[in-house]
């Protein structure tokens, strides 16, 4: 590969992380601050975990790195490769937690539980934090391997970003992502038959636990999403074309901000001269 494909392609990996990052900082802001705009934990801790996603990414590029002749210096490096195989099971398990949440509101809306018991904190707790516990795993875990094997850290063809040669951590990865996609995929499906089947009680329906149907929606597209664009990125990095299982990488967080950020709630806020 020459020169100015690296960069070529290069460009096109930053210009679609740092869209999607944009774009979400500016939706997760929005659900802070405007006063019209409510998100449940699960929503803003998914924004956030696909801004870390981005980072992880660009580590090189805030580093001035990113292209410069010698390699980048092995501690950089190998953070980066440690975070770049952890994103993807942050951020796959925020989207379950998600999907989670809006499965335990179908619930409640359905056979409302007593408020305020041990159960709701422990679920809560698990929804926020089991992200990043795992994610936090899969570092250390990589962040080991890593240092047993230095000579394998190294920057990816491309130049962008850094990974670890010995497949171990790669594999693990897939594996892990793999099965909380497909359970996530299951769970949709599960919570679409129950709406489905209880669409008109839970229409005329004044409780709490009420969710949009639109939202619904949305994160069903978004975890069919995520199968198909994580599965397809992890086929072409296995040496079939890596700028387009890289550009697949790059795109999620775009499409993650296109999904969630165009809300009528988040929509009427950016466009007020419109109101």
């Known amino acids: 590969m020459s020169q100015d494909q690296q960069h070529a392609e290069l460009k096109v990996f930053l210009t679609f992380q740092f869209t999607g990052a944009v774009g979400l900082l500016a939706v997760l802001l ?16 998914f924004c956030i975990t696909w801004l870390i996603y981005c980072i992880s990414y660009t ?56 408020k305020g018991t041990r159960r709701d904190y422990m679920r809560n707790g698990f929804l926020l934090l089991a992200p990043y516990i795992m994610w936090l795993g899969f570092i250390v875990a990589i962040l080991v391997i890593g240092t047993q094997h230095p000579d394998k850290v190294e920057r990816a063809g491309g130049l962008v970003y850094c990974t670890i040669k010995t497949g171990t951590p790669g594999n693990v990865t897939a594996v892990f992502v793999a099965v909380i996609l497909v359970v996530m995929v299951g769970l949709d499906v599960y919570i679409g038959t129950v709406l489905y089947k209880n669409w008109r009680a839970l229409r ?46 790059a795109l999620m967080p775009v499409i993650a901000f296109l999904v969630f950020g165009t809300q009528r709630d988040i929509l009427s806020v950016w466009l007020f001269w419109r109101r």
């Open 59 to 114: 580590l090189l590029a805030f580093s001035g790195q990113q292209t410069r002749p010698e390699p980048p210096a092995y501690p950089l490096c190998l953070t980066q490769a440690s975070l770049i195989y952890a994103a993807p099971v942050l951020v796959a398990m925020s989207t379950f937690s998600l999907v989670l949440q809006l499965w335990f509101t179908l619930s409640s809306a359905l056979q409302p539980p007593p």
């Open 30 to 45: 929005t659900a802070l601050f405007a006063r019209k705009v409510y998100r449940h934990f699960t929503w803003l801790n």
């Open 204 to 249: 005329g329906s004044d409780r709490p636990g009420k969710i949009p149907f639109s939202l619904i929606v949305r994160v069903a597209i978004f975890s069919l999403v995520c199968v198909v664009g994580i599965g397809c990125a992890f086929v072409f990095l296995s040496n079939v074309s890596f700028f387009a299982g890289n550009t697949i990488i």
